[in-house]
């Protein structure tokens, strides 16, 4: 039987023929070829010639199969016509190359004629449509129904790789998870139709901002997660990082609404921080966490100081409550200092716990587990309250004005009773406006800027003054400096530190005194700790400065005994005594 119907399926030369089977398999819809053991094809039905859309004639099964699957395809006309012809039909998956589309083929080949010049029969079906479904399978399981962004699932098996190229490469690369600040007010305000267009705006944002190498994945709500090969020292993280705050710092337009977002981001890096997925992604997640209790719109490199036994915090959070009616916590006063004659000018109020066993508490502690129970209105009422009468009696003492700096939290700063407290200060010391700086960061203000104007506004009514406390690291609009009245910059230390020999730095701190000169705004340089870093800034033109070299944060009773001597200087280091004019 096989005899005669491989003699009837001898092809004429250049003029392939079909056989009665050739003809049941055509009617059945595949694709039918005769192949030497060479794997040349030698006839094809029509059916073929249709999908793979090539002339087939004397042409390599193999050739028109795309590379990876090529290995496979030779196996499998090897075993065909191998010594055991009478076996299982092999069955191999392989992309051919077609005109205008790739085609899935299920192929399966098996012998019908030895010692024909084509003994080989391949019968291929058409998988194209399956395939295609299995991929929208694969694609929903691995990816986001909103943003198209990839899923945990993905995200995770995108981090495996990455790490498995840094072991070989001994390069390591950063997590960075990123949240939406302000998103719950959209969705409740707004509904969530909205709610999706911004996210689905903020994933199209962020995507565009990073390489082709990167990861965008959203995991859930408002939170994304990025994955960075290669990047892993802090100026390559800053650079990402304040990219992808830019991008999100532009009005959301969707209709007819103007909505203002800000992202918070916390990254942590392979493989200082953690050598595994998940790990990286849960640190970096505790850093955006810590991101936003500390003023929101802003990125946190993970620090172990970051995840403390929630224990301990408990306990921790138990012994603040107490030490409020103890009396544990105190204010402390560091200089601010005229850079040009070396006299101070006032005092930045800091707060400081001592703790009766666990001895000086270090704020990066407490404040931002008061920032979340909601304690640190009371502490900064306080704080606020103490810090007023305390200046009065440094003037008092000195004989001339001085001025107080008070760092306001973002939870105070948004708490409905914060202008209360403050008529109170004032009202309670007798303390002017114009002595009272209240120092906010710019990622405060990124958070809700109709409010914060609202709020400044009326704080500058007050004759109050108010400075940006770490300019240059929360990545807000230079418009803001126009919109908001803003009276004074703090350069943060991180452009202070490696001056004057880091001409990076010294650009930035340049440029920031030019833009506070055109604007009228004082500026004040913090972390100063070298004279040669002192006598730089000075040479900028900078007014104002602070740090470790003008005077460390002192207790009161320190500054107003030297103020009692009239010896303003007793404050400072004596190398610093012996240079003053």
């Keep these: 039987m096989h005899t005669s119907s491989?003699?009837?399926?001898?092809?004429?030369?250049?003029?392939?023929?079909?056989?009665?089977?050739?003809?049941?398999?055509?009617?059945?819809?595949?694709?039918?070829?005769?192949?030497?053991?060479?794997?040349?094809?030698?006839?094809?039905?029509?059916?073929?010639?249709?999908?793979?859309?090539?002339?087939?004639?004397?042409?390599?099964l193999v050739a028109m199969v795309h590379d990876v699957d090529q290995p496979a395809l030779r196996a499998a006309?090897?075993?065909?016509?191998?010594?055991?012809?009478?076996?299982?039909?092999?069955?191999?998956?392989?992309?051919?190359?077609?005109?205008?589309?790739d085609v899935w083929f299920e192929l399966r080949l098996a012998l019908v004629a030895s010692g024909d010049d084509a003994p080989l029969l391949v019968v291929g079906r058409d998988m194209s449509a399956q395939h295609a479904t299995e991929e929208r399978l694969r694609h929903m399981a691995t990816h986001?129904?909103?943003?198209?962004?990839?899923?945990?699932?993905?995200?995770?098996?995108?981090?495996?790789?990455?790490?498995?190229?840094a072991r070989r490469s001994g390069q390591g690369f950063a997590v960075a998870t990123i949240g939406l600040d302000g998103f719950k007010k959209v969705n409740d305000g707004l509904g969530h139709a909205v709610g999706d267009a911004v996210l689905r705006m903020a994933a199209s944002r962020l995507r565009r901002t990073l390489r082709d190498s990167?990861?965008?994945?959203?995991?859930?709500?408002?939170?994304?997660?990025?994955?960075?090969?290669?990047?892993?020292?802090?100026?390559?993280?800053?650079?990402?990082?304040?990219?992808?705050?830019?991008a999100l710092q532009s009005p959301f337009e969707i209709d007819g609404h103007?909505?203002?977002?800000?992202?918070?981001?916390?990254?942590?890096?392979?493989?200082?921080?953690?050598?595994?997925?998940?790990?990286?992604?849960?640190?970096?997640?505790?850093?955006?966490?810590?991101?936003?209790?500390?003023?929101?719109?802003?990125?946190?490199?993970?620090?172990?100081r970051d995840a403390g036994p929630p224990e301990h915090d408990i306990s921790l959070e138990a012994a603040m409550f107490n030490a409020v009616r103890e009396g544990e916590f105190q204010l402390y006063y560091q200089p601010i200092v005229d850079a040009a004659n070396r006299t101070i000018e006032g005092f930045e109020t800091l707060m400081r716990w001592k703790h009766p066993t666990l001895g000086m508490v270090a704020p990066s502690r407490f404040i931002p587990i008061a920032e979340t129970n909601g304690l640190i209105n009371l502490l900064g009422a306080w704080a606020l309250k103490a810090a007023c009468m305390q200046i009065r009696q440094f003037e008092e003492i000195a004989g001339r004005e001085l001025y107080i700096s008070v760092n306001i939290s973002p939870r105070q700063f948004r708490s409905d009773k914060f202008l209360t407290v403050l008529d109170d200060a004032l009202a309670l010391s007798g303390t002017p406006g114009r002595n009272l700086v209240l120092e906010i960061t710019e990622g405060t203000l990124m958070v809700d800027p109709v409010h914060a104007e609202s709020v400044l506004g009326k704080m500058a009514e007050r004759g109050a003054r108010i400075a940006i406390d770490d300019f240059g690291t929360g990545y807000s609009s230079l418009a803001y400096l126009k919109r908001f009245p803003i009276s004074v910059l703090k350069v943060d230390r991180a452009f202070v530190k490696d001056l004057p020999s880091a001409e990076k730095d010294a650009a930035i701190c340049k440029a920031v005194l030019d833009l506070a000169k055109h604007l009228d705004l004082s500026v004040v340089a913090e972390g100063v700790e070298t004279e040669a870093q002192l006598a730089f800034l000075d040479s900028l033109g900078c007014q104002y400065v602070q740090g470790y070299l003008t005077g460390k944060p002192m207790p009161a009773h320190v500054a107003m005994t030297a103020l009692k001597e009239d010896l303003y200087t007793e404050l400072l280091p004596a190398d610093f005594r012996a240079v003053k004019p």
């Excluded at 943003?147 to 190229?165: F, G, H, K, Q």
């Excluded at 990167?214 to 960075?228: I, N």
């Design 214 to 246: 990167d990861t965008l994945a959203r995991v859930g709500g408002d939170e994304f997660v990025a994955v960075l090969p290669g990047s892993s020292n802090e100026a390559q993280i800053k650079l990402v990082t304040g990219r992808l705050m830019a």
């Design 77 to 101: 006309l090897a075993s065909a016509g191998g010594a055991h012809p009478g076996s299982e039909p092999v069955v191999v998956e392989a992309r051919f190359r077609s005109g205008e589309r």
């Design 6 to 60: 491989i003699a009837a399926i001898q092809p004429e030369p250049r003029k392939p023929a079909l056989s009665l089977l050739d003809s049941l398999l055509e009617a059945a819809g595949d694709a039918v070829f005769r192949v030497t053991l060479g794997g040349q094809v030698r006839a094809a039905s029509r059916r073929a010639q249709l999908l793979t859309g090539v002339e087939l004639d004397g042409r390599p």
């Design 258 to 304: 103007t909505i203002y977002l800000a992202g918070s981001i916390g990254v942590a890096t392979y493989p200082d921080h953690a050598e595994d997925e998940v790990r990286l992604v849960t640190l970096a997640d505790t850093a955006m966490s810590r991101a936003k209790e500390t003023g929101k719109a802003r990125s946190v490199t993970y620090s172990p």
């Design 144 to 165: 986001d129904a909103l943003t198209e962004l990839p899923n945990r699932v993905l995200l995770s098996d995108r981090i495996r790789m990455v790490i498995a190229n």
